[in-house]
């Protein structure tokens, strides 16, 4: 009886052990949700003191940012930047349109007929894809070409702004840019030939098998007398 006694007071004293631990967990649950909930509202409190701040920046717009000027005059025109293999190519849409390219002055001027201060210009891709395309242009504005590519002769690179004719009523149906602006965007250069020893390397080699099969013929020769 004794022992019974002492097994049902140790169960009940576990019991209450068990749930004083199971209390104090609940009790550190609830204290981690009331810190999370507290810094939840912190920060939506921070996020609405800074939204009034966020406005006004974007509201203020520095000198020029966006700014509509009344007395500015419409401007319905439009310039397509492109590529001369685009123009080489190109279909009825880009016909009489304002356009801009750039590309490597090849060939020589020449001057146009029955109008003296124009002449004629021819201008490569630098994109490696061989297109040209003749320019229309002054020659007041090719002063600025230093160079015009050949062989051995990089020509000078430059930006033409202008209309494009898909057939030019003015030139016999020509394909051509009338440039009405041309710019360098970067200056010719000769291109020496440049020695390359490697290249010697077959001829050397069919020397010497030469050398080699004239000297076996020499033999046989020689054996035969």
Not at 142 to 153: E, F, L, N, P, S
Request: net charge negative; charged share 20%; hydrophobic share 45%.
């Amino acid at each position: 009886m004794r022992r019974a006694g002492r097994g049902a007071t140790g169960g009940a004293a576990g019991a209450v052990a068990r749930g004083a631990e199971a209390a104090a967990r609940a009790t550190r649950a609830a204290d981690g949700m009331r810190w999370a909930a507290v810094a939840l509202l912190l920060a939506a409190a921070l996020l609405l003191a800074g939204m009034p701040a966020w406005a006004a920046e974007g509201d203020e717009a520095g000198p020029g940012d966006n700014a509509v000027n009344p007395q500015q005059m419409p401007d319905s025109s439009f310039i397509y930047d492109t590529s001369i293999a685009d123009l080489y190519s190109a279909d009825s849409y880009l016909n009489n349109q304002t356009v801009q390219v750039v590309g490597e002055v090849i060939g020589d001027r020449i001057n146009a007929e029955f109008n003296a201060p124009n002449c004629w210009i021819a201008l490569q891709a630098v994109d490696g894809s061989g297109a040209d395309i003749p320019v229309f242009t002054t020659k007041v504005a090719t002063k600025a070409i230093d160079r015009y590519g050949a062989y051995g002769v990089r020509g000078t690179t430059v930006q033409v702004r202008g209309t494009f004719h898909l057939t030019c009523p003015e030139h016999e149906g020509l394909t051509d840019l009338h440039a009405d602006h041309l710019s360098v965007v970067k200056k010719g250069e000769d291109l020496p030939d440049e020695l390359d020893p490697t290249r010697f390397i077959p001829g050397a080699v069919m020397v010497g098998l030469g050398l080699v099969l004239i000297l076996v013929f020499y033999r046989l020769w020689e054996s035969q007398r």
